[in-house]
């Protein structure tokens, strides 16, 4: 469902947004909307990176290998 909303621009602005638009075969109202939902769906992907890469960072990550010493082998007193 769309929803209208009122967004005020300078006058010059509104004037080449109505070239631009004309020459992209759209409106100014279409523009700003594929704007506006391109930026929220790059904001959702970086969001979902980040809790990713965190979640990575907190489970760590297994290289292989394994632990064949004790401490009291590397700190012989």
Do not use: C, F, P
């Not at 006058?11 to 594929?34: F, H, N, P, Y």
């Not at 704007?35 to 969001?47: I, P």
């Amino acid at each position: 469902m769309k929803q209208n909303i009122t967004v005020s621009v300078e006058k010059e602005l509104i004037k080449k947004g109505k070239i631009l638009a004309a020459r992209r075969d759209s409106s100014i109202s279409g523009m700003l909307g594929d704007m506006l939902k391109s930026m929220v769906n790059h904001d959702d992907r970086y969001e979902a990176a980040k809790r990713h890469a965190l979640q990575v960072l907190e489970e760590g990550l297994h290289l292989g290998g394994r632990i064949t010493w004790t401490r009291e082998d590397l700190y012989e007193r």
